[in-house]
């Protein structure tokens, strides 16, 4: 195994904290100058904060950061997520992964495809349509996948694979997602 090569990472299980990792990488590989991308998978809508940051670092970093959010607002009046697929979640997920395949043609140093594991469980995406985009990452490219319910075949793909465990959440006590916090 090469050492220059990059690496696919995956950050699944049930715990709180994957996109945030995934985020996390990113901030770090700006600091260091690399070209980084970031598609968010079935994450459409506005309620997602991170953006507003993500939109400011783009001012100071315009070549070198790129993120493109797929998918429609899931999230009711801030409260509870829809969970069934409408015809236009599933157009946007096909979407998402047509544009994971153009952005592999380009010069990124690392792309993070957030909530890409989750669209199998979610019949958004069928895992056979997945892996030939995963397979075909060039060769120097640092691939983060993120989500919970990762399919066995990614996990086979993987260098690096963290699954967060949930010890306890709030959730459990009745406290709803949180702004800022949460989402």
């Not at 096909?94 to 153009?102: H, V």
Request: glycine share 8%.
């Amino acid at each position: 195994m090469k050492k220059d090569l990059g690496k696919i990472h995956i950050y699944t299980g049930n715990g709180k904290g994957k996109s945030t990792a995934g985020l996390g990488l990113a901030i770090r590989a700006l600091g260091y100058d690399l070209k980084v991308g970031i598609i968010y998978f079935d994450k459409g809508g506005d309620i997602y904060n991170e953006r507003k940051i993500l939109d400011i670092l783009k001012e100071k970093y315009s070549e070198k950061l790129v993120y493109q959010a797929f998918g429609t607002q899931r999230m009711i009046e801030g409260k509870e997520f829809r969970f069934e697929n409408l015809p236009e979640d599933l157009t946007e997920a096909k979407k998402a992964l047509t544009a994971t395949g153009e952005w592999f043609k380009q010069a990124f140093d690392l792309i993070i495809l957030d909530e890409l594991n989750t669209t199998v469980k979610t019949e958004l995406l069928k895992i056979e349509n997945i892996l030939p985009i995963i397979k075909a990452k060039p060769e120097k490219l640092e691939l983060v996948l993120t989500g919970r319910y990762c399919p066995a075949e990614l996990l086979d793909l993987a260098d690096l694979v963290t699954e967060m465990t949930e010890v306890k959440h709030y959730s459990h006590n009745g406290v709803m997602a949180r702004p800022g916090i949460d989402y």
